[in-house]
């Protein structure tokens, strides 16, 4: 067998470390939304939403730019 191809191995790793922050993220979540919605419930629900539709954005602007790039 071939080894893995450098593009491969490096969109691995990228995806490992997109997913590494966001479950990071994911898991300090609740303590900011409590945080944030002592000051205004709004602004906590604003944040998580933002986050939630964060993760998706950064995965549709990776494949955008995968796909410009013709890989």
Known sequence: MKPPE?????????AAVIL????????ALPSIMLW???ISPW??????ALFVLGFFLIFWL???HQRR???
């Open 6 to 14: 450098k593009r491969e191995r490096s969109a691995a790793i990228a």
């Open 20 to 27: 590494v922050v966001v479950a990071v993220g994911f898991f």
């Open 36 to 38: 944030l919605g002592d």
């Open 43 to 48: 602004l906590a629900a604003a944040f998580g």
């Open 62 to 64: 990776r494949a955008r």
């Open 69 to 71: 790039r013709g890989q």
